[in-house]
């Protein structure tokens, strides 16, 4: 069974760019949540997503933004680019009613 | 609100040293509890859990034990090898639906051969 997948791997913007990121997660999994990993802040959750649904959302300010298709593709979205975002973006899914997280290979963002 | 604490880093062990890396939790509820590992260049990957007090999680020679009592969840593994050098993060799963997961700020662990 593939894992979840990310795209971009790696992606270079400029500030006041916006961003789109997206993650396919493991086939029949429904749950996919976003986290943002730095190493001053080290890994911070932003948003958990179930059925197309926004489940649980971590302290980020709402340029930070995402979504769920009906096949539980995700994106996340950040607009304003801010140097302050740079950061590698975690995704993970897992089984509705699941107690495990498997996590993507995730997406280097750097901001310029 | 809930929170992760784990010992600082980098350790650094020789090949069959004996590792412990603490990390102790806060939580409402009863959080599951999950060890992670992030080798360079590479996501999270899944070492061990325990979904209740007093399960031991256990996986390739790593060990924890879900502690209430003192809201510890210690990783430990008898004999490194050079293999484990990674980074590894403690995290607790918010016991109020979803998959909200906090995480420790990661403990570095260098092996030497």
């Known amino acids: 069974k593939a894992g979840v997948t990310q795209t971009p791997r790696y992606l270079i913007k400029t500030r006041g760019q916006q961003v789109t990121l997206s993650c396919s997660p493991i086939?029949?999994?429904?749950?996919v949540s976003w986290y943002q990993q730095t190493p001053g802040q080290g890994l911070q959750f932003l948003f958990e997503?179930?059925?197309?649904?926004?489940?649980n959302k971590g302290n980020f300010p709402g340029r930070f933004s995402g979504r769920q298709f009906s096949n539980s593709r995700s994106e996340m979205n950040v607009s304003t680019l801010e140097l302050g975002d740079s950061a590698l973006y975690l995704c993970?899914?897992?089984?509705?009613?699941?107690?495990?997280?498997?996590f993507g290979p995730g997406t280097r963002l750097t901001v310029l | 609100g809930n929170s992760v604490t784990q010992m600082e880093g980098p350790v650094t062990l020789s090949e069959e040293a004996f590792l412990t890396i603490n990390c102790t939790y806060t939580?409402?509820?009863?959080?599951?509890l999950f060890w992670y590992v992030q080798y360079p260049g590479e996501g999270l990957q899944l070492l061990l859990k325990?979904?209740?007090?007093?399960d031991k999680g256990s996986n390739k020679g790593f060990e924890a034990t879900y502690r209430k009592e003192t809201t510890s969840f210690h990783l430990e593994k008898g004999s490194v090898q050079v293999s484990d050098s990674a980074v590894y993060f403690c995290?607790?799963?918010?016991?109020?639906?979803?998959?909200?997961?906090?995480f420790g700020a990661g403990t570095r662990l260098f092996v030497k051969a």
């Open positions: 997503y179930f059925s197309e649904t926004q489940r």
């Open positions: 993970a899914s897992s089984l509705a009613g699941g107690d495990t997280q498997y």
């Open positions: 086939s029949g999994h429904r749950s």
């Open positions: 325990a979904t209740k007090a007093d």
């Open positions: 939580a409402t509820g009863y959080p599951s």
């Open positions: 995290a607790l799963r918010e016991p109020t639906g979803g998959f909200k997961t906090i």
